[in-house]
């Protein structure tokens, strides 16, 4: 009896510690419909961070929190591809895969000197200021997988059906070509557009390039910025418009729905000024801005203020008619949002 | 990362050559009050052998009113006190300031700890009163040759490898008295860390100084002469962070610098110094690849004259900096006049700045009340622009103001038998504080941007009897942005950042039968990295004891066994810059005075 009664207690014991076996709908991951927000981290001693910006919140340092360990020094871009998404870290020269949803650390791959990154089909294209090589990463486990000479330091990249348009913006020194990469046959062609190239919008079988312009620290080489427009169909450039004094410069290129661009006329401590194919350079700011970078995202522009480069930034966020709808604190030099 | 971070290179120096302090066995507290108005460092017998083979840098780690920074052992150091940042705490070589018209600073890796006494530490004040932007504090060197027969070969080993060997001797011929001193140091900072996640060997931070110090001094008639040579050599080499990969940047830093003296009987004194600093700086940091040289000159003519009651000195600094980022020099006229008796002792300093006079007034008063001794004093100050901030290319701005403070100092101090109790504190409001601030075409400028308050008090207590000493000092620093030239400026309201906010050094010294023992406890307070002292830019506090063994085995032969930061606690000045874990060093003296 006592036998038969302590069987009976251990299979009620086995069968109370099964759960119940349901069929749910699977949660929202919990930082999916977070924007995120890259910022660099003062240069050399620190490390950048990731702000997730819900709604009505914002989690700072979203990728140490999640991860246990900092991004790396400079965060200097962020790729959101299907579930996943790839920061590079240019001091740290490291490309980190994360879950998008999660933001947990799937791998890391060294990359020396990191700029941009963009995907077509299994493969992760990385430009650097290291050398004249776009670096091709398996975006399933990080393995290098080649190296593609496109015949100098590089920056932006923008992709048009498998070719990949890589501004060549020379790093530290200058430059004023675009590298146009065949990914299917590894075939470079380059092509001449403004000094220092450094951001693109694809409309169509149009592509449009905000050149920087050089700024001539040591001497009087300084150039103007200029927008350039590029026939991807025959691979000719025309300039558009160009700035009319060698201290005018711009960054951060974006569109919206309506056609107009935006950008920052300069580098640092810049307005955001608005563009018409058609206009001349221009000279008037759209919104005042002391900004260190510049995104739009579904017709909403996000302003980033660096403020002193030593201290949390903030991002404004407005929308097209220039109007501020939202004012968020980040980490130090915030440089771009994402979704 | 557009832009890089603006390379400031940045070097930096006081001791009486007295070896007989060698042969002390009992904690210096000697008391010294007075014009140099410096208190006493807690330096034991033991931290005189340590004293012949570091570097100031290491060794002023003892003293908790100053706040070293480096990145590892052996690397540059800059160091600032009383709530003064490394530009405003200036040094002094024989009453010479010696800090870099470049750069401001001077790195304290390269300066021998043997310049190093206990009466180095002028805080608060009263270091207007000596050749300068005082504006914050002094640190005095000093090189001496009192013209006794003396040798001594020093040689320090620690399982980190890092390695110090120094010769010194001194004595007399004829009229003239020598003294002599040469030091190498290489660090290979060959350690472990682990630091949160991260743990590894450091690498690629390796460094090595040699110091070649040499002083004559004679009688000519009513006349005292004296010749000084101080050469440098240096070779630093830099990994970055341990979040970074290894990308080695290079420094190499020469300096020779000659000093020339007469002073006579009847209070005159004449100087002339000669100094000539070169660097070449090498990064290859990531994407950057910067080259970069300094060329400096200090040029300085000095004249005083001393009665019983009054001081008159005339200054004259010429200054030249060169190389790959500027092209400048300065002239830096001074008259300083010092009121010795009375009530109230006045220290009057006047330059020319761009046309412009500045004059600073310091004011003290020696208190005694209840059997407590102390002084008070008052003042104001300036920092004068140095050349790269005014003319770095590109981005310097010749059009910066010097900084300006007015300060406050009180000490107290009482002795009762073994005890003494000591408190002071400093306090300053400064204006004009330069600040590095991007502009719209991506370059950084200096301006005058910020009013800052910092204030410093330091408490301890020591007690010292024939067989044993103790000491504990504990220093709260508290610092304030109080107003920007940019109303947003996020700064506002905050602590200036990597001022700790307390620091602290416990002491204890023990005469056993054959040897001694002491420890060394030390803490430093939390520290903000970023401007708005937002939570991911502190350095948290850190606690650390360091143990060592003494003894003298034979007549003139002196060994001591140290073990370092015994918890092994994780350390750093800055983030993701470990400092070392524990480690074991040895030093070992030969002395031809025991």
Known sequence: MKKNLLGIIIFAALFASCEKNTTTEPKTLPYSKAKLVLNEGPFGSGSGSLSAVFADSTVHEAFALENGFPVGNILQDGLTVDSLLYLATNVSSQIHCLSRGTLKHKWSTSVASPRSMAVVGQKLYVSNWTNPYLKVIDINGGALLDSILVHGLSGAIAIKNNALIVALDGGFSNDHRLAIVDTDLGGVDTLSVGDKPNSFVIDGDELYILCEGYSDWSGTGSTAGSIWRVDLLDLTSSKLAEGSDANEHGSGLSRDSDGTFYFLN??????????????????????????????????TLYVHDAKDYASNGTVMVYDNAGNLIDSLVTGVIPRKTIK | MKKYALILAVKMAWIPFVLSAQSADTLWTANVLGRNFSIPTAFSASDSLAQTTQSAGEYLVRDPRIAIRQYVPGSVSTVSLGGANSEQTRILWG????????SGVLDLSLVPAAMISQSSIVGGVNSSSFDVSGIGSSILLE?????????????????????????????????????????????????????????????????????????????????????????TESEKLSRGSIITPVNISYLDDKSLRIKLGLKSKSGSDFQLYSGNESQSYTDTNAALSVLDTNLYMQWTGYYGYTDSLNKLTVRANYYTAGGSSRDAK????????????????????????????????????????????????????????TLNEMYWQPGGNPELVPERGIGAKWLVQKTKGAYQLMFTTDQFLIDHLIQWVPTVNGNWSPINYKSVYTGSGTARISRVNKFSSLSWAYTLNTSRVLNSENPGDPSIGKSLIYRPLSQSAFLYEQKLKAMVFQMRAYQIGLRHTLRDNSASGILPLERWVDVSLSASPWKGVRSMLTLHNVTNASRAQFQYYPLPGRYISIQLSINSIP
């Not at chain 1, 955001?272 to 017709?299: F, H, Q, R």
């Not at chain 2, 009453?95 to 470049?102: E, K, Q, R, V, Y």
């Not at chain 2, 011929?173 to 991260?198: A, D, E, H, W």
Request: glycine share 10%; aromatic share 14%; net charge neutral.
């Open chain 1, 266 to 299: 300069g580098t640092y401590e810049s307005s955001v000024v608005k563009w018409n194919n058609g206009e001349a350079w221009p000279t008037n700011n759209y919104i005042n801005a002391t900004a260190y970078g510049l995104s739009m995202i579904e017709d």
């Open chain 2, 95 to 102: 009453g010479i300031d010696i800090s870099s018209g470049a």
């Open chain 2, 143 to 231: 090189n001496a040759a009192d013209g006794k027969d003396q040798f001594y070969s020093a040689f320090s080993f620690s399982s980190i490898e890092n390695t110090g060997v120094s010769v010194a001797n001194g004595g007399s011929f004829g009229s003239t008295s020598y003294s002599s001193k040469i030091q190498v140091n290489r660090n290979l900072n060959n350690y472990s860390y682990q630091m949160g996640p991260y743990s590894g060997t450091m690498e690629g931070a390796s460094n090595s100084a040699l110091n070649f110090l040499q002083r004559f001094q004679g009688d000519l008639g009513t006349y005292t002469w004296t010749t000084d040579l101080w050469y």
């Open chain 2, 330 to 385: 300065m002239l830096v006229p001074k008259l300083g006049y010092e009121r010795l008796s009375g009530n109230w002792k006045v220290k009057l300093n006047t330059t020319v700045f761009r046309s412009t006079p500045l004059l600073s007034i310091t004011t003290t008063r020696n208190l005694q009340l209840l059997g407590t001794k102390g002084y008070l004093s008052l003042g104001n100050s300036f920092r004068l622009p």
